[in-house]
């Protein structure tokens, strides 16, 4: 079936402001899909399509001009594709042939109508005057405003028309809202906003959402908002603002999602409801939906986030079959965190089990979305910061196994393993710098076949928590030339030389991932991961070109290197740390080196360490040096932590106050795990006698 339809998108709970689109519509009924073309031809490209699949199907009221409505709810996807038809006859032909695909009978439409933009102002400004700002100072940091959740909806708010005027002055490009508190428990939820190009929010922006959050009355909001909006020159209400918004699957994260939509709607923006996805996710659809040329009309949420899952999937596929030599893993346990990242995965092994088969790749999920609260005993920050293996899994039934542990948004990611042993399995872990040395002695590799490491430089960039500081060994095995980092805290000049001679730099940066992105992307090839197992990989837009634009030549093994590194422009999600796309590299890492996790386990041997935070009075009280590595503020702080090392065989550590919440992050490394403890708890001792921990200190880990 075939034919002209109105269509435009809507969130679940409240409409979007947006105009309808007529488009041709194509039901392609063996693909299971639903196409839509600008005009009746199949010669022009492609503007969507909605997959069919368990679609559910709605009847709605009619829309202003448009009698003849009704919606289709798809399974993979929050979004909503409201279609109107000509006639009642036209519209009772095409919910007739949808219906095969559907799950259930046709239902009315659970949608909110639409309201003027004079009652939207009077809503917002109800809601600011009801809805009172914290009595504490909230503060912007690297992942934007986090808390308990009930202290968040003033800021929600503000958020969403912070999001509106970032995207009325940046031309009505799309500007992203996630709502999430990441590694948190689920008591907690945070709101942070994704630039336009898919990155984070600009840095100079910063302390305009902190103005906006600190404002104590509607009256001084509003004030200080259309203040900022002259001096931007977007004060043009009429003037396009487009807010894309996701949320994870907090129990909380959809009435703060309402909050957002409030604050979006009360500056006449329109705001699209990507519904429960992961941080990556967001930020993909984000830069997609900036795509040069690409209309807001015929933006589908949909469509970009099976675009998502799709790019991964050739990426991956392509690399993995490019080591046909070597065996690859093809099966992998995610403990998912009880977050968001499970769901994306079931989409992806879904996606990517109709294109290679069930046993292509097998995920055993274990703490799935929603089967317990978030972060709950399981997760990347338990796994990596408590050095121990998450609820869900167990030596007794995983031994040998390739284990990761998402967190609650699915943005870090780490590895571990029940290593065969006697007379018990030996868990172990592989944090962001496991991940980062594997990662790039598979990426120097291609590099160097293609004949780029001359032009082009490649830097690995690492935070100050790195356990091991400055010494690095190079080990070459045959041909593969297996580049292995060792990550400890003797430095060796030759070692290094060695590696900045051959176009591979080290840097260090302040803890925080929007410092180690920014350091990343001085380099061509800028790979960066904090230790939390929060990272990626960037490529300069030169290194890009020149990767796409090769024609092959008669050498093989050039060909295949940019074959190679062109399908990484696929599999890597640049834009943020994303636990998918980088289990999915890691796997082909794993492959291209033909390492297994003992293998893995054994390029470096890591000193033991100890990572924690404790809660205090006021976190502001401390103050560090740029590296963080010493604390400026108060002085007599930083002399206890010097005479603690002097005490403690090999012992190092340092203490930060947190960028996202009242605590103080503290590390600790010493030749033993016993040293490294002991150290620990004496830098919480230090923090309390000159700062002040709130509740009892702790006596164990």
């Not at 997959?51 to 709810?73: P, Q, R």
């Not at 046909?324 to 879904?350: H, K």
């Not at 740029?626 to 002097?646: F, N, T, W």
């Amino acid at each position: 079936m075939e034919g002209y339809l109105a269509k435009k998108g809507r969130g679940k709970s409240v409409s979007f402001i947006r105009p309808w689109a007529t488009r041709y519509f194509v039901l392609d009924e063996q693909e299971c899909e639903l196409r839509y073309y600008e005009k009746d031809s199949r010669n022009l490209t492609c503007k969507g399509s909605i997959t069919l699949n368990g679609v559910e199907i709605f009847e709605c009221l009619a829309d202003g001009d448009k009698k003849h409505c009704f919606e289709l709810h798809t399974k993979h996807d929050s979004g909503v594709l409201v279609l109107s038809a000509q006639d009642q006859a036209t519209k009772d032909a095409w919910v007739k042939a949808l219906s095969k695909f559907a799950v259930g009978e046709v239902r009315e439409s659970m949608l909110l109508p639409e309201t003027t933009s004079q009652q939207t102002h009077l809503d917002f400004f109800s809601a600011l005057e009801n809805t009172p700002a914290p009595a504490k100072k909230m503060k912007y940091g690297t992942a934007g405003f986090r808390d308990e959740w009930q202290v968040l909806p003033s800021t929600f708010i503000r958020m969403g028309a912070l999001a509106a005027l970032r995207s009325r002055h940046l031309g009505g490009k799309c500007v992203g809202v996630m709502i999430t508190a990441s590694h948190n428990p689920e008591k907690d939820n945070g709101i942070k906003i994704v630039d336009i190009d898919g990155g984070m929010l600009s840095q100079d922006w910063e302390p305009y959402a902190e103005q906006f959050a600190n404002c104590q009355s509607a009256f001084e909001f509003v004030a200080r908002y259309y203040h900022l909006a002259e001096s931007l020159g977007a004060q043009d209400e009429t003037r396009p603002a487009n807010v894309i918004i996701g949320r994870d699957t907090r129990p909380h994260s959809f009435e703060l999602f309402e909050r957002v939509c409030l604050g979006v709607r009360g500056l006449c923006g329109s705001f699209f409801d990507i519904g429960e996805v992961t941080t990556p996710q967001l930020h993909f659809v984000v830069q997609k939906a900036n795509l040069a040329g690409r209309s807001m009309d015929d933006f589908s949420s949909m469509t970009a986030l099976h675009e998502y899952h799709r790019t991964l999937m050739a990426g991956y596929t392509a690399l993995r079959e490019s080591f046909s030599a070597f065996p690859a893993p093809t099966a992998v346990t995610v403990d998912a965190a009880f977050g968001v990242g499970g769901v994306s995965l079931i989409n992806f092994v879904e996606t990517l089990s109709a294109k290679k088969g069930a046993d292509y790749l097998k995920v055993d999920i274990r703490n799935r979305s929603k089967a317990g609260p978030v972060n709950e005993q399981c997760g990347a920050e338990l796994v990596q910061k408590g050095r121990r293996p998450p609820n869900g899994v167990a030596a007794s039934s995983d031994e040998g196994k390739l284990l990761c542990s998402y967190d609650g948004d699915a943005d870090r990611i780490v590895f571990h393993s029940f290593l065969s042993g006697s007379p018990s399995p030996q868990w172990v872990l592989f944090d962001g710098d496991k991940i980062a040395a594997l990662v790039s002695a598979f990426l120097i590799e291609e590099v160097q076949h293609a004949g780029l490491d001359k032009d082009f430089r490649m830097g690995v960039v690492q935070t100050a928590c790195v356990k091991c500081l400055g010494m690095m060994r190079i080990c070459h095995v045959c041909d593969t030339q297996i580049l292995a980092f060792d990550l400890c805290r003797y430095a060796n000049g030759g070692a290094t030389s060695f590696l900045r001679a051959r176009n591979i730099e080290i840097v260090f940066t302040k803890t925080g991932v929007k410092y180690l992105h920014h350091a990343a992307l001085d380099f061509d090839i800028g790979v960066y991961f904090e230790a939390n197992g929060h990272g990626t990989v960037v490529f300069s837009t030169g290194f890009m070109d020149r990767v796409m634009s090769y024609k092959n030549e008669s050498n093989a093994r050039k060909n295949l290197a940019f074959m190679r590194l062109k399908a990484c422009l696929d599999l890597i999600n640049q834009a943020v740390g994303d636990a998918l796309s980088d289990m999915l590299f890691t796997l082909v890492a794993l492959q291209a080196l033909n390492f297994d996790t003992l293998g893995w386990h054994n390029t470096y041997v890591d000193l033991p360490s100890r990572q924690t935070k404790v809660p205090v009075t006021n976190k502001d009280l401390i103050t560090c040096s740029a590296d963080e590595m010493r604390v400026v503020s108060p002085q007599p702080l930083q002399d206890e932590l010097e005479e603690a090392m002097r005490a403690i065989p090999c012992g190092r550590c340092f203490v930060r106050p947190s960028g996202t919440e009242d605590y103080v992050r503290v590390y600790a490394e010493a030749e033993t795990q016993e040293g490294a403890d002991s150290l620990a708890f004496a830098c919480i001792r230090a923090i309390n006698n000159h700062v002040g921990v709130l509740g009892e200190l702790p006596t164990s880990f």
